[in-house]
């Protein structure tokens, strides 16, 4: 009997994900700890479908722009509350910027993801909890608000968005004294949005021993880990490390990976 076997080794920061398929049976092996907030759940999806994509030989018939969509939607047949953002960025890779407005959200089917050069981004760090929250929990009361109409929640996700916007601009005028003030207060937002008992004191502890040495940080997604940024460089990072460590937390410097997307991929995405 002949059998085909594809293996993919993706990487999302300090997570490795190998995905074997033969004759559709698959294998895994990833390195994230369980529930940290660094997406793995979604990782192994999207290695799934990277593995199909090439067994299929079909990678240049599906757009890049929609295969977060494909991925979101698997999951979803799984319970698993998300959203798109992890996957655009496990897909496209890099540094990104997605806007998710409602006019290409109704008329495309998916946002709008421009890549970002990785090398406008300042050291980050991360720091995240060896027992960790369970971030769809954490994701469900606000998700709920939102879809009852909450002004609230409404004007709180717009804020949201607009200091993506602001992070875009900061990135590119590499203005790192406004990056630092964006993230803090996108953490200030989320917190109002969710309160202390949803987030969990452990998170909280988290941002707020980089905070108390003058570091900036905010959640990776919803919880169990940090990203942090040290505006007054190695110093601070040594400092905040040894309060990591005293406070029994990971602390780990990132390495942004660029984009792997292919030359089939580059040629699906749209123009628009």
């Known amino acids: ?22 004759n559709y049976c698959f294998s895994f092996f990833i390195s994230e700890s369980y529930q940290t907030g660094l997406s793995g759940s979604s990782a192994i999806v999207c290695a799934a479908l990277s593995c199909l994509l090439d067994f299929y030989q079909v990678r240049h ?3 890049v722009e929609v295969r977060p969509n494909l991925i979101l939607n698997a999951e979803k047949e799984l319970g698993i509350v998300a959203g ?3 996957r655009v960025a496990q897909v496209y890779g890099g540094l990104v910027y997605m806007d998710f407005d409602k006019k290409s959200m109704e008329e495309l089917g ?9 090398d406008l981004l300042p050291p980050l760090y991360l720091i995240y909890a060896e027992n960790p929250s369970d971030s769809g929990k954490v994701h469900s009361t606000v998700r709920q608000r939102w879809l009852n109409g909450d ?4 004007s709180s996700m717009k804020e949201v968005a607009d200091i993506a916007l602001e992070g875009r601009t900061a990135l590119i005028e590499k203005d790192y004294t406004k990056l630092a003030d964006l993230m803090n207060r996108n953490f200030d937002l989320r917190r109002q949005m969710f309160g202390d008992e949803a ?8 941002v707020e021993i980089a905070r108390h040495v003058g570091a900036a940080s905010k959640f990776t997604g919803s919880g169990g880990a940090v990203v942090v940024f040290c505006p007054e460089g190695p110093s601070q990072a040594s400092l905040l490390e040894d309060a990591c460590k005293t406070a029994g937390f990971a602390f780990l410097p990132i390495q942004v990976m660029s984009s792997r997307l ?11």
């Open 1 to 22: 009997m002949q059998f085909t076997v594809v293996t993919i080794l993706i990487i999302f920061g300090n997570t490795i994900l190998f995905c074997s398929l033969l």
């Open 151 to 154: 002004e609230f929640i409404i």
């Open 199 to 206: 987030l969990g004191a452990m998170n909280i502890e988290m």
């Open 84 to 86: 798109l953002q992890d």
């Open 110 to 118: 998916h946002g709008k993801y421009t890549p970002m050069d990785p």
């Open 262 to 272: 292919s030359q089939d991929d580059l040629e699906t995405m749209s123009t628009r």
């Open 61 to 63: 018939l599906i757009k």
